[in-house]
């Protein structure tokens, strides 16, 4: 079945109402945290204080006696008995020298290296007992120089023995002599330096775990708020606790948000999964929001230059980036894959700029660990691009939309000059729609009337791309990939015709178990209603990737299909059988099995019976039951793209930004569940422009102390700080994969930043207000007002 086809399946593109959502709104969720399990201990982890500093010595004596302590573990207590965290992606230097890959320990041995670094684990009765003791484990620090900022690694104390000089790889892409030579005959160079801010993930639920060990089956089970379980429990069986892996279920229920942070396998899951066994006991523990700001990877950090070479009519000749990278104190789980393959490769935008040459250096620093957070690399790439592209229009007295219509890819497919090849898209139509829906026509008027208050009105362009379904997995593994990235679907038909559905990707607020329910009723002409989704338990659902990169529909989706496949293959059989007819008469569509030529026809339900009452058909050639799964490996990325339009109002006088107007059209080739789409979008361009006005991570330069730490400290957006937002959507559905779909989960965040910006230095324009970085922050755009004036 192709895409063309599928879109016109029943319940394919209908907002049916989320089936998760009954039981969230009426409190029934099922959370980690509101499992409470047999002999259930509660665990305090002590946190390094410093920055940088030896562990000299550790007492735990007086905490051990305390009431209710049942152990007390440090890094003299793992150390030799376990690995360490590994990380996921191997990236080549070009020196041809794998990266620098340091110890992670999951308690720290000899020295910690940010404020939030694992020193201790403390079990106790109650989780007051464990606080107490946790508070009177007294260790003798020797302080070191710390470093926080990307800028100064290289010149500052060196972290980890295997990186002396703090770098963890030096890396690139594109072909530097053709871009040089570009550049020395180009008409015009614009050149940009600009900072991507961190950013501190803050999911509604914090994460959390639950480790406990059958000393009958010696088996271990891990509760954990978690995205990817399978991948979660490989990392933890095969490269830190060298367990058999199905000696180790991990279950991840429901799940309250994620946006990346909760994609990765943390020393906490280890520590509770191991000491379990050590204890014969189960063991909790649920992060608190303070906890959470220090130690959950952070998103981002990336400082950058960028040089775009143009011809004397603005077209696109050659850019030229160098990017350096703040991986923190240690490479998580997909750490350095963020700054490289997810982010170069993606610079290449929506534009024919024939060469594009990327140089990145990632480098260590006194933080917590970076990793991919809503986006993962794309956002950084279309911040740094769709700025740039703002201001070759201006340097070139082109407006924004021109700049970019000058260049916009128009025929497909296209390779790029940064590895990727867009199979299909749209981005005229995308930017001529988005362009309607913000009525721009109408942008002047609106600009006067600010004026009139004294406002300082702008508007600002971002037409993005991402690449979603990470594929495929041989050249992913040439890429330095270190596991597979395809998806399983399992179909189980019962008797009665309902249906469970298996699937390795994870829902934690995506609506997987509306939208995968929609694709299987959609097929197979049964109501949404008789179909249920399964996911998060290794224990029972097959081998899968998780959910991350925008994948599930294109991937975990594509897999579902492949399995429905199956299952018609072999229900037209047993249909064939029961009409008296050849299989390859056998048609079926709207849940009737007919003959072709004929009015015979029997519906899908006869058929599932059946296959279970083996007396109705021939066993020499069928088995009995209708139970199929399959694997999906995708042959390429999806695309995702869209032109996003943000008019902002500026007081002047104060610095404060208001954004007034937003409007995103968004090409995800073809839409499931329109609804759950729009809230996709919704939620994502509320991120992104949290990221760009509101949200920036801050540690103290000398003491590496971090700043903000806190809500009081870290500014979120909220509701008020919108307005209503005006969507639409363009379908080119994609070429390579059943469903046709591109995926929708990260666009907003990654479409919105840039556009913000772009629209705020619109706006400021007027005053000499060249640049700035994000968040524009009341001060910060005062202060640049103030400069300009100065």
């Known amino acids: 079945m192709g895409a063309s086809d599928f879109s016109k399946l029943p319940h394919i593109g209908e907002a049916v109402l989320r089936k998760e959502d009954y039981r969230f709104l009426t409190g029934a969720g099922n959370y980690t945290d509101d499992i409470h399990l047999a002999q259930e201990q509660q665990a305090v982890f002590v946190r390094s204080p410093h920055a940088h500093a030896v562990i000299k010595a550790i007492d735990t004596a007086k905490a051990s006696a305390m009431p209710g302590v049942m152990r007390i573990f440090t890094g003299k207590d793992v150390e030799g008995k376990m690995g360490g965290l590994p990380c996921g992606w191997l990236i080549t230097s070009t020196d041809g020298q794998p990266m620098k890959e340091p110890p992670h320990p999951i308690l720290a041995q000899g020295k910690v290296r940010y404020v939030g670094d694992h020193v201790a684990m403390v079990v106790a009765a109650t989780l007051e007992q464990a606080k107490n003791a946790a508070e009177a484990v007294e260790v003798d620090y020797e302080v070191l120089p710390s470093v926080v900022k990307v800028s100064d690694a290289a010149k500052a104390a060196a972290l980890h023995e295997a990186a002396p000089d703090n770098c963890c790889y030096k890396w690139a892409i594109g072909d530097k002599g053709q871009v040089d030579a570009a550049f020395a005959n180009a008409a015009h160079i614009t050149k940009l330096d600009l900072t991507n801010n961190r950013l501190i993930p803050n999911a509604m639920e914090p994460r959390a775990a639950i480790g406990s060990y059958n000393r009958g089956a010696d088996e271990y089970t891990l509760y954990v708020s978690n995205q990817n379980p399978h991948v979660e429990r490989l990392l933890m069986t095969a490269f830190v606790l060298g367990l058999p892996e199905h000696k180790v279920r991990v279950i991840a229920p429901d799940v309250g948000g994620g946006f990346g942070s909760k994609i990765f396998l943390y020393a906490e899951d280890v520590c509770l999964t191991w000491a379990a066994k050590q204890l014969n006991c189960s063991i909790k523990w649920t992060a608190d929001r303070s906890e959470a700001f220090l130690s959950d990877a952070h998103g981002r950090d990336h400082v950058s230059h960028a040089e775009m070479a143009m011809d004397k009519d603005g077209k696109f000749l050659a850019m030229r980036v160098h990017t350096d990278a703040n991986m923190g104190a240690y490479l998580s789980t997909f750490a350095s894959a963020v700054p490289t393959i997810l982010y170069a490769t993606l610079l290449a935008g929506q534009y024919t700029c024939p060469q594009v040459y990327v140089e990145v250096d990632a480098w260590f620093t006194n933080t917590a660990p970076v990793d991919a957070y809503r986006g993962a690399g794309r956002p950084e790439a279309t911040y740094l691009l769709e700025r740039l592209v703002s201001r070759c229009g201006w340097d070139m007295g082109l407006s924004q939309d021109e700049i970019r219509k000058r260049n916009f ?75 597979g990235l395809f998806e399983c679907g399992e179909v189980r038909v019962h008797p009665t015709g309902s249906v469970t559905v298996f699937t390795g990707s994870h829902s934690h607020g995506q609506g997987h178990e509306t939208t995968f329910a929609q694709v299987v009723a959609g097929r197979l002409g049964i109501p949404v209603e008789n179909v249920d989704v399964v996911h998060g338990d290794t224990g029972r659902v097959p081998f899968g990737m998780g959910t991350y990169g925008s994948r599930s529909i294109s991937v975990g989706g594509a897999a579902i299909m492949k399995a429905l496949d199956k299952i018609e293959t072999k229900a037209k059989k047993i249909a064939a059988h029961l009409m008296e007819a050849s299989d390859a008469d056998i048609e079926f569509a709207n849940g009737e099995f007919t003959v072709k030529g004929t009015d015979k026809k029997i519906p899908f339900g006869q058929v599932a019976l059946t296959a279970y009452v083996p007396h109705n058909y021939p066993l020499d050639k069928l088995e009995p039951g209708l139970n199929e799964t399959a694997f999906y490996d995708p042959t390429n990325f999806t695309f995702p793209a869209g032109t996003y339009i943000c008019e902002v109002e500026v007081d002047p006088a104060t610095g404060v930004v208001r954004v007034d107007r937003f409007s995103a059209v968004d090409d995800f080739g073809t839409i499931i569940n329109p609804m759950i789409v729009e809230g996709q979008v919704h939620g994502g361009i509320v991120q992104g422009i949290g990221q760009a006005l509101m949200e920036n991570c801050v540690y103290d330069e000398h003491t590496g102390q971090l700043l903000t730490g806190s809500f009081m400290d870290y500014a979120m957006p909220r509701a008020d700080d919108f307005p209503h937002f005006k969507l639409d959507t363009v379908c080119t559905p994609c070429t390579h994969n059943p469903l046709g779909t591109k995926g929708c989960g990260e666009a907003g965040a990654i479409g919105s930043p840039p556009a913000v910006i772009n629209a705020v230095l619109d706006a400021l324009a007027p005053l000499g207000v060249k640049d700035f970085d994000m968040p524009a922050s009341p001060a910060r755009v005062w202060e640049a007002i103030q400069s300009a004036k100065a």
């Open 409 to 483: 890819i128009t025929q497909w497919p296209y390779q790029t000059p940064v590895a990727l090849q867009y199979d299909v898209g749209d981005y005229m139509q995308c930017m001529t729609k988005a362009q309607e829906l913000a009525d721009v026509a109408g942008f002047d008027a609106r600009r006067q009337a600010s004026e009139a208050k004294g406002l300082k009105r702008g508007i600002g362009y971002s037409s993005y791309i991402e690449a979603c379904g990470i594929a495929p997995s041989n050249i992913a593994g040439a890429l330095g990939a270190r596991a």
